[in-house]
């Protein structure tokens, strides 16, 4: 945003409108693989819309066993686990996504600092995570909360779906 940090109730208003797409690609067995603000459109009417699917993968579940596995995405949006050599995407990377874009929302900064891959790899391995609170504690706990849960390093430890995050924001 080139005014500065969002107000946290606008950034929650498009972090329910993202989720709830993220809710409705994963509902058809997609992922999207690169969810960032530069894929988030506000239509003239207000509407929020998740956009560009061209890093878009089938969920691991439905990809058959012989099916190539690739990894994309934007590195400063990505999940900690993708960094790793094979890695695959997930619901919980996408949700990942969604966190980091909602904490860039309301800072202008990212969670895990870093201007290359290998300094964002490490800086992951080292859990050098920016805390939130730190960055704009004046941030409504629910938000902290739902942004915190959502980049949590340990994929198991964030909510379970994009409808999760959509009901924590709302």
Do not use: W
Not at 58 to 84: C, N, W
Not at 106 to 116: E, L, R, S
Not at 132 to 159: S, Y
């Amino acid at each position: 945003n080139a005014h500065g940090p969002m107000r946290s109730h606008d950034a929650a208003a498009i972090g329910v409108d993202i989720a709830k797409a993220l809710a409705a690609v994963h509902a058809a067995g997609l992922l999207h693989c690169d969810v960032k603000a530069q894929n988030v459109v506000q239509e003239a009417g207000g509407r929020v819309v998740l956009t560009d699917f061209g890093a878009g993968r089938l969920a691991p579940e439905m990809r058959d066993e012989d099916q190539i596995v690739d990894v994309a995405g934007t590195p400063r949006y990505m999940a900690p686990e993708l960094f790793h050599p094979g890695a695959s995407a997930t619901r919980a990377s996408d949700i990942y996504s969604l966190g980091v874009l909602l904490y860039f929302l309301v800072t202008g900064k990212y969670p895990v600092a870093g201007t290359t891959l290998s300094e964002l790899r490490r800086n992951h391995e080292n859990k050098a995570v920016r805390s939130l609170r730190d960055l704009n504690p004046g941030l409504p706990p629910a938000l902290i909360d739902a942004v915190t849960q959502a980049t949590a390093p340990d994929p198991a430890r964030r909510p379970e779906s994009a409808a999760v995050v959509q009901g924590m924001l709302a």
